[in-house]
């Protein structure tokens, strides 16, 4: 297909087998280096055209720094399409850098030739990303903070966001502010006020009644999705809320049995019902997850304000630099063990990593 940006320049696109929910990756002949994101037909909407055409002001008018661009993947070109009526164009899609030599965060988790340490390396600059989008003197919100939306390039153990089109904007339009909201999600990386709203007003992110003043997603829910990745890291791939019902405990009351036992993370996340720092009767956390004693005190208090304190308060949670100094501190503590997994030095324990791997399924 041929596309056009809005000078008139056009692209000529080849179609991959790339791309999501939202649309497609197209190659851009004579351009290796750009790849072109297509929207589906039902998703190319006057806000989304909007939102691209704000990152696209941006970039000309140098408002994000290059640090910025070096680890966000920003929309670079909105792109067009003629139209069967000649004269016409109708938004399509944008151009952005192509990404190669990567995995997501989601396939980081469990990666068995990522260690600990690179591990805690990946956390450590997922801080850095976090901090770079909400330094920015713009209002910018991440959102839509998942999984597969960062990039982790082995070589570096370094992030890169990749999908920035659903990012939350406000654009200032003669004085006034307009929010361009973030309406996709994915609800185990979300904090639990969003679902807690969307329940109450019968919503769901792309039809709730939101402004400027009372986005949905906020810097707070931000620090939420991190706080769980970093987590996820840290934990051998495991949820916070993740838990199992614990059995010694139930043998000891037969008048209960296993699947009485609420073990649903989205509830345990409402809650704040953190199962690696309190005792939840009938519940233990999973047994893939290391100890949670394997964790500095630092962290272990900033993962408690994120997850027990940040359900009823938000603003409780832990922002990027906190976490950044508390994984180099715990990364300084990591030595190797004679087994060749690494462990902190002050853990007098036996080693975690060989217990899992030694776990029966
Ligand atoms: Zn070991």
Redesign the pocket.
Known sequence: MIAYDTSGKSYSLTETNLGGGEGKLYAVDNNPELYAKIFKSEKRTKGREAKILEWEKMLTENDLNQNFCRQIVVPQKCLYAQTTSQNTQTFVGYLMEKQTSFRTLKNTYLAKDFDYMQKVWTARNLCILTNRVHSLEREIIIGDYNADNIAIFPSTSTAKFIDVDSFQLVINRNGRRILCPCTVGVPEFMAPEISRRLKKEKSDLEHVDQGPDDPIFNKYTDLYSMAYHVFALLMNGSSPFASMPNMEELSQHPSRNVSSIDIDQFHAAEKGEFVFARHYIFKKAPNYAPKYGILSRKLQKLFERAFIDGAKDSTARPDSLEFYDALTEYLDSLED?K???Y?PSNYTGA?E??RINNLKY
């Open positions: 063990r087994c060749g997994h462990m080693c990593w060989c």
